[in-house]
């Protein structure tokens, strides 16, 4: 079971990762963050992708979706944006936001290992 810190540290241990946050998407506001760099705000960036969370969670129940979110993924030119909501009862309302390098990660090994840490997270 890991906690937020050790949770945060474990993402920046996955390959190619740039930056790494948990966010609240009700509030937009960051419960903690590692890595990041000039180029990439975490703060910002939490804070932004925090409307993306909610514009598919709206589309959802417009289109009558009964189903959960488990990623949302944002390719870029030269990065990866993977967006994971927690899925425990206690990290209801989270998300981890995650930024790779494309050059430097593998897409499908990050996401599996995103995965592993949100569910030992333990808030």
Do not use: C, W
Not at 48 to 63: C, I
């Amino acid at each position: 079971m890991a906690q937020l810190d050790v949770a945060l540290k474990e993402a920046m241990e996955i390959p190619g990762a740039i930056g790494v946050a948990i966010v609240d998407y009700d509030s937009g506001m960051m419960l903690g963050s590692a890595g990041g760099s000039a180029e990439l705000d975490l703060e910002v960036a939490g804070a932004g992708n925090t409307e993306v969370v909610r514009a598919k969670m709206a589309t959802m129940r417009s289109l009558g979706l009964n189903d959960q979110i488990e990623d949302i993924l944002i390719t870029l030119g030269t990065q990866y944006h993977l967006i994971r909501l927690v899925t425990s009862p206690k990290g209801t309302g989270l998300f981890f936001y995650l930024a790779l390098s494309k050059s430097q990660s593998n897409l499908a090994m990050a996401r599996r290992q995103l995965q592993a840490i949100e569910a030992e997270l333990v808030l």
